[in-house]
């Protein structure tokens, strides 16, 4: 807000949910979103939903699956980046190769991996992959795409054991 005088959500929509075709994306509780929220889950019990009242880029933003792909089909086409930005993205800015390496099976090692802008970044072959979770009590989300094979995946889970349920999931893809 310092820079622009726009408060977040209002900069989101302009830049981001708009052109991307996001519809149903947003920082802080809508009045669209009646009956609409699934509601995370901790152990087997419902538990309310985090709404905020104030925006944050670090947290909180609530979307469907469907907008969740529309924005990666909107990244794999250039996202309104300049190809330098978009460059950026995709490079290893801190590295995590060692962390997500398994020793008892190194050919599955990616060649690098590590956080980029916004992104995981992983170089696994030929191959270059671009990953997003997020968890908070109760939901787990989980985002993929290929800059090269333009293909991606969303998963959004509401348990406190949605991590696992990707992990299945990616092992039958």
Not at 106 to 113: D, I, L
Request: charged share 15%; net charge negative.
């Amino acid at each position: 807000r310092a820079r622009t005088g726009k408060p977040l959500d209002v900069q989101a929509q302009m830049q981001v949910f708009a052109p991307a075709g996001m519809r149903e994306t947003a920082f802080t509780a809508q009045p669209w979103f009646k009956g609409r929220l699934a509601l995370p889950a901790v152990d087997g019990a419902f538990i309310a939903p985090t709404l905020p009242d104030e925006p944050s880029a670090a947290d909180n933003v609530h979307t469907t699956a469907r907008d969740y792909a529309r924005f990666l089909v909107w990244l794999m086409a250039g996202g309104g980046l300049t190809p330098v930005l978009a460059s950026e993205q995709r490079t290893i800015q801190v590295s995590q190769g060692d962390e997500l390496c398994n020793p008892v099976m190194p050919q599955h090692c990616p060649a690098s991996a590590g956080f980029g802008l916004g992104w995981q970044v992983i170089h696994l072959g030929t191959k270059t992959f671009m990953m997003h979770t997020g968890n908070d009590a109760g939901e787990f989300s989980f985002a993929y795409w290929s800059p090269g094979t333009r293909e991606g995946a969303v998963i959004l889970t509401n348990g406190n054991r949605g991590a696992e349920a990707v992990l299945a999931a990616i092992d039958i893809l």
